[in-house]
Nanobody, 125 residues
Framework: QLQLVESGGGLVQPGGSLRLSCAAS????????IGWFRQAPGKEREGVSC????????AYADSVKGRFTISRDNAKNTVYLQMNSLKPEDTAIYYC??????????????????WGQGTQVTVSS
């Protein structure tokens, strides 16, 4: 059974950076497409980014394009989300999730079967 654990969240000032990690156990991460999602208070969960099984294809929400970068290190069984130029509206709980589509490409939110517990990111001065 795949288990995912996020880390790297915290409090950062506007314009600052954080790197989130999504570490997997119980299975080999390179079998899975990985997505990052976030949920702010009073808002629905939204997709932030995803990376294909090979790492050759990535996708980003318009709100984070040019500021966030997703990457994976299959040897370390970990996926990262580098977040730069953070804004107060990026404040949310960030979750990683895994899917195992036959295509190995990113899928809609409903296609993710395994979820981490989340890590809090707060952007405030």
């Amino acid at each position: 059974q795949l288990q995912l654990v996020e880390s790297g969240g915290g409090l950062v000032q506007p314009g600052g950076s954080l790197r989130l990690s999504c570490a997997a156990s119980g299975s080999t991460l390179n079998y899975y497409v990985i997505g990052w999602f976030r949920q702010a208070p009073g808002k629905e969960r939204e997709g932030v980014s995803c990376i294909s099984r090979s790492g050759g294809s990535t996708a980003y929400a318009d709100s984070v394009k040019g500021r966030f970068t997703i990457s994976r290190d299959n040897a370390k069984n970990t996926v990262y989300l580098q977040m730069n130029s953070l804004k107060p509206e990026d404040t949310a709980i960030y979750y990683c999730a895994a899917a195992r589509p036959l295509t190995g490409m990113c899928v809609p939110t409903s296609g993710y079967d395994y979820w981490g517990q989340g890590t809090q990111v707060t952007v405030s001065s």
